[in-house]
């Protein structure tokens, strides 16, 4: 009481701006005080996962503790920052998905520290914090394709997996190709390939592409501009105001940025002469001579002969038999009965219609069993298993049924929700060389038809890792591979699809 009563006291006696400040150092301290904590999420905008190193995903709110091996994706429409311990922040923009691989620092021995993301696609923003500042040789951030050093403290990055792009506000970058060498080390990446770009060097971006073996330098256009890209072979130039603090302006528009562009083109003119036809000769008149008619012949036909048949047996002609063919009728599909994994939805979560397997998060809290990887709006469970229990399957490959299905189509930042036709669908599993493929036929009278396609790996214990897809999935196999399930979310052109499956054999 008196903790509470001396906080009170020293509110009413200090200035708002100056409590505010104080209140900040005061959650900065709560999260040094667990260790495994290396940072928290100060806005969440739409749709936004967090999936933990042990496979378990949950929605993010505002307050979510970061932890090292946490990996963020924001869906479409989706935007959260990102505070550390140590001041730094980051804001990863709709679509992305970022891994925090290391957030450590040590002042004794600075060496030892690290500062490691991993930006697998999307936008991201970072503004460095005390440990960066100090330490700006264990700071790197990795992109498929690149490896990226800072030597300041405020830069925007944004990769597609074949394709990164980055540029300055404060400070500079070192950008490297992601050879072998660079990817598990920190820092910039030196090997004679890197590229350095600053503040100063203004108008200008570094791109990389996959193919290439060494990073160029661009006409500059706004990273954090929606479907930003940059414009080939045209003469651009870009002036880049410095923008405001991450927190201190609306999400759209908190890039000042401005591109001015002033394209020439010369327009040639082709002259074709005409072509002369040909001169083509008629062919010679022939006159035939006149035919004179002579008397015309009469031909008499010949007497008309009648041949009578002679008196034989009637053949009656016995009545053709009718064959009447009864179609055999056809037996629809009887859907494979799932019965050790199962879909629990959180509260939030409109029940649909068609949706009659997903239980609710309690009930299935209370009923006991694994927590395996879901979406945010639902989560998978299994049944229970010894610890370090593994996949195991007697079959080379399976084919799966779709058994249950459940999808909806969310428009309107979450306020108006459609139930999604899940029509028909694949999911096979090679189990020697533990992958995975699948797909579903989507359809809803607002958004037409769509199609989910994705492949990927099936891990040890049977949890699925996508690797290639237009969609997000995730979800896992039973321990004896005979049923399956995934939770998926898709962006389309009027909103999100989010669904959940089960699959049999």
């Given at each position: 009481m008196k903790s509470n009563y001396k906080i009170h006291r020293f509110a009413r006696k200090t200035p708002k701006s100056l409590f505010a400040m104080s209140l900040l150092a005061l959650g900065l301290t709560a999260l040094a005080q667990d260790p495994a904590i290396v940072g928290e999420t100060t806005m969440v905008i739409g749709l936004v996962k967090l999936v933990a190193a042990d496979g378990t995903s949950r929605a993010v709110d505002r307050g979510t503790a970061i932890r090292v091996g946490d990996r963020i994706e924001t869906q479409a429409g989706g935007h959260v920052h990102l505070r550390f311990v140590d001041g730094g922040r980051l804001s990863i923009r709709p679509a992305s998905i970022l891994q925090v691989e290391s957030y450590s620092h040590s002042t004794q021995q600075p060496l030892l520290g690290a500062i490691k993301f991993r930006l697998d696609e999307g936008v991201v923003r970072s503004i460095t914090g005390?440990?960066?500042?100090?330490?700006?040789?264990?700071?790197?951030?990795?992109?498929?394709?690149?490896?990226?050093?800072?030597?300041?403290?405020?830069?925007?990055?944004?990769?597609?997996?074949?394709?990164?792009?980055?540029?300055?506000?404060?400070?500079?970058?070192?950008?490297?190709?992601?050879?072998?060498g660079c990817i598990k080390s920190?820092?910039?990446?030196?090997?004679?390939?890197?590229?350095?770009?600053?503040?100063?060097?203004?108008?200008?971006?570094?791109?990389?592409?996959?193919?290439?073996?060494?990073?160029q330098l661009v006409p500059s256009v706004d990273l954090l501009a929606r479907g930003a890209r940059p414009t080939v072979n045209s003469e651009m130039i870009a002036r880049v105001n410095k923008p405001l603090a991450l927190e201190d302006a609306p999400v759209e528009t908190r890039s000042t940025s401005t591109m001015v562009a002033d394209s020439r083109a010369a327009t040639v003119v082709a002259s074709i002469p005409p072509q002369q036809n040909p001169v083509v000769e008629p062919p010679p008149v022939v006159v035939a001579p006149p035919v004179v008619p002579s008397d015309p012949i009469v031909i008499e036909p010949p007497p008309a002969v009648v041949v009578v048949p002679p008196p034989g047996p009637v053949v009656v002609t016995p009545p053709v038999e009718v064959v009447v063919v009864v179609p055999t009728p056809v037996v629809p599909a009887v859907p494979p009965v799932v019965t050790q994994l199962s879909w629990a939805?959180?509260?939030?979560?409109?029940?649909?219609?068609?949706?009659?397997?997903?239980?609710?998060?309690?009930?299935?809290l209370a009923a006991g069993g694994e927590r395996l990887p879901g979406n945010g709006s639902y989560t998978m469970f299994r049944p229970a298993a010894q610890p370090g229990a593994l996949l195991a399957s007697a079959d080379a490959t399976a084919e799966f049924r779709l058994a249950h299905a459940s999808?909806?189509?969310?428009?309107?930042?979450?306020?108006?929700?459609?139930?999604?036709?899940?029509?028909?669908?694949t999911f096979n599993v090679d189990f020697v060389r533990s992958t995975y493929a699948t797909k579903l036929s989507l359809s809803n009278a607002a958004m037409g038809a769509d199609t989910l396609i994705a492949t990927g790996n099936v891990a040890s214990n049977g949890v699925l890792q996508t690797t290639?897809?237009?969609?997000?999935?995730?979800?896992?196999?039973?321990?004896?591979?005979?049923?399956?399930?995934?939770?998926?979310?898709?962006?389309?052109?009027?909103?999100n699809i989010r669904g959940i499956t089960l699959w049999g054999r």
């Open positions: 005390k440990w960066g500042e100090a330490a700006r040789d264990q700071f790197r951030l990795n992109t498929p394709v690149a490896a990226i050093g800072v030597k300041g403290t405020d830069f925007v990055v944004k990769s597609d997996g074949e394709k990164t792009s980055a540029s300055v506000y404060t400070g500079a970058i070192i950008l490297t190709p992601l050879a072998n920190v820092g910039p990446c030196i090997n004679g390939n890197e590229k350095l770009l600053s503040e100063d060097m203004k108008g200008q971006m570094i791109e990389l592409n996959r193919q290439q073996t060494t990073p939805r959180y509260d939030w979560i409109k029940k649909m219609d068609a949706d009659t397997f997903s239980q609710s998060f309690e009930a299935a999808a909806q189509l969310v428009r309107e930042s979450g306020r108006v929700t459609e139930a999604v036709n899940v029509n028909e669908g290639s897809s237009n969609a997000s999935i995730n979800g896992a196999l039973s321990l004896d591979g005979r049923e399956a399930g995934y939770a998926f979310e898709k962006a389309v052109n009027v909103g």
